[in-house]
């Protein structure tokens, strides 16, 4: 039996263009072949279809913390992940907690930061909330 497999052509013949009379004159494992890999290509179009419409979805307004820093940082605002804690933790950035983590919106997060530059342009440092010196006067 393996050796009759050996014999036999594969067809070039796609599954779309082809009749019932056309399968009828083929061995089995040709017409199997065949309509797996119809079955296969009908899926694959499918789902790659599916793919594009999904990632044409626009983006989320929301953004968890490291989306945040990668939006902040992106567009010229360099903050680290600590001091943003900070101005959470102090009040001073907007968000929202949703249980343990922390959400923020792009436009009041991006409108935070532009309000804090020193000046004024997108390349510069954030001012911390509140600026106290250690150790007091002297």
Not at 58 to 80: F, H, Q, R, T, V
Not at 104 to 113: D, H, N, P
Request: charged share 25%.
């Amino acid at each position: 039996m393996p050796d009759a497999l050996n014999f036999i052509q594969p067809t070039k013949t796609s599954t779309s263009t082809m009749n019932m009379t056309d399968f009828l004159h083929l061995p089995f494992v040709e017409v199997l072949k065949l309509l797996v890999k119809g079955s296969v290509e009908e899926y694959l179009a499918e789902k790659e279809a599916t793919t594009n419409q999904t990632t044409a979805q626009p983006d989320c307004e929301s953004l968890d913390m490291k989306g945040a820093l990668e939006l902040l940082n992106a567009n010229g605002y360099p903050i680290k992940r600590g001091q943003l804690y900070k101005e959470t933790s102090a009040g001073t950035v907007p968000f929202q907690k949703f249980g343990r983590k922390l959400h923020f919106k792009k436009s009041q997060l991006l409108e935070w930061a532009e309000s804090r530059l020193i000046d004024g342009n997108a390349v510069g440092v954030l001012v911390p909330a509140n600026v106290a010196q250690k150790g007091g006067k002297r």
